[in-house]
């Protein structure tokens, strides 16, 4: 089971920590992804880090401005999202799974999004 936390509403330019928190012995093993959805719009892949954090990957629209870690003794992830814009507004999704990839249909542990929401 995951559980997302840390949105708010944040100005344009202005930054925002999410934190994903995991239940279960096997968070460790899995991959762990952020995915974003806006209204009208379909959840779009943020970035991923593998099981044990040697991998990371970024969508385009995100890099350079998001970085994600997580730390398996805490069982637990976080997406740091700096220089946030406007088009960045969505719910954002922890999600976690065996194997990584980044279409959300391959993800079967979702936490329940939190809401970012950045003003001009």
């Known amino acids: 089971q995951l559980q997302a936390s840390g949105g708010g509403l944040v100005q344009s330019g202005g930054s925002l920590r999410l934190s994903c928190a995991a239940s279960?012995?096997?968070?460790?093993?899995?991959?762990m992804a952020w995915f974003r959805q806006a209204p009208g719009k379909e959840r779009e892949f943020v970035g991923g880090i593998s099981w044990n954090g040697g991998s990371i990957d970024y969508a385009d629209p995100v890099k350079g401005r998001f970085s994600i870690s997580r730390d398996n003794a805490k069982n637990s992830g976080n997406l740091q999202m700096n220089s946030l814009k406007p088009e960045d507004t969505a719910v954002y999704y922890c999600?976690?799974?065996?194997?990584?990839?980044?279409?959300?249909?391959?993800?079967?542990?979702w936490g329940q999004g939190t809401q970012v929401t950045v003003s001009s």
């Open positions: 279960g012995r096997t968070f460790s093993r899995y991959t």
């Open positions: 999600a976690a799974d065996w194997q990584y990839s980044r279409n959300a249909r391959v993800y079967n542990y």
